[in-house]
């Protein structure tokens, strides 16, 4: 079974408009963290917002916000006011477990990936 | 901020020859890196995971004696791809992760490999 799942391949949102990139995550762990970034055409890795499975308020970054659902198991991303330069693939993600000893704690499990294009 | 430096941005080489692949964290120490591998408008597979001064651990499927990944220092861990086939050709990239911060992680900018 998919650990993170992203089912829109590609969606489009006008400039300025507010845009919601699903995910939804499998995990039976009580402690992980769900991530998502942008990754533009140059193929670079941006951070964009994170999420720890403890934490009771929504993670906010700015234009960016995680809508973070427990008990459905999703992490949506929502992005306000959209600009021509959010035009990327996104990638929601997730560590499980808590970061320990040991040679493979720590490692991100990414979804499909969603490309957004922003329309002026 | 935390930077990780990945070289070569891009190669091209011919089938049968080997890749060496760099990433060095800049101004911090990585206790563990992360090496994925990417096709076009595909998602990051996590092809393995290195501690400093210990054996990588591969994940299922990924050939260990094809991918070759040493971390020697806490600072530098490189991907050597031997034997290079067209088939290898991808997007490779690596993510350092800082020590125990629960986001933490810092990619490279990527290496496209091209094998002809």
């Known amino acids: 079974a998919q650990k993170i799942t992203q089912t829109q391949p590609g969606m489009f949102v006008q400039e300025k408009e507010a845009v919601t990139l699903d995910c939804t995550y499998d995990?039976?762990?009580?402690?992980?963290?769900l991530f998502w970034y942008k990754q533009p055409s140059s193929g670079e890795m941006i951070f964009l917002i994170y999420?720890?499975?403890?934490?009771?308020q929504n993670a906010t970054e700015g234009r960016y916000s995680l809508n973070f659902q427990k008990a459905r198991k999703s992490a949506n991303l929502v992005i306000s006011a959209s600009q021509l330069g959010d035009s990327a693939m996104y990638f929601c993600?997730?560590?499980?477990?808590?970061?320990?000893?040991?040679?493979?704690?720590?490692?991100?499990?990414f979804g499909q990936g969603t490309i957004l294009t922003v329309h002026p | 901020g935390a930077v990780v430096s990945q070289h070569p941005s891009w190669v091209i080489c011919k089938s049968g020859t080997s890749v060496k692949i760099e990433c060095r964290s800049l101004?911090?120490?990585?206790?563990?890196m992360f090496w994925y591998r990417q096709f076009p408008k595909q998602s990051l597979m996590l092809m393995a995971t290195?501690?400093?001064?210990?054996?990588?651990?591969?994940e299922q499927g990924v050939e260990k004696d094809k991918f070759l990944i040493n971390h020697a220092s806490l600072t530098l861990s490189t991907l050597t791809v031997t034997s290079a086939h067209p088939e290898d050709s991808s997007f490779y990239i690596c993510?350092?992760?800082?020590?125990?911060?629960?986001?933490?992680?810092?990619f490279g900018s990527g290496t496209r490999l091209t094998v002809v």
């Open positions: 993600a997730m560590r499980e477990g808590q970061l320990a000893g040991g040679t493979s704690y720590g490692k991100l499990t």
């Open positions: 290195s501690n400093e001064g210990s054996k990588a651990t591969y």
């Open positions: 993510s350092a992760l800082r020590g125990r911060h629960n986001h933490g992680y810092t």
């Open positions: 999420q720890g499975s403890y934490d009771e």
């Open positions: 995990t039976s762990d009580q402690s992980y963290g």
């Open positions: 101004d911090f120490q990585a206790t563990t």
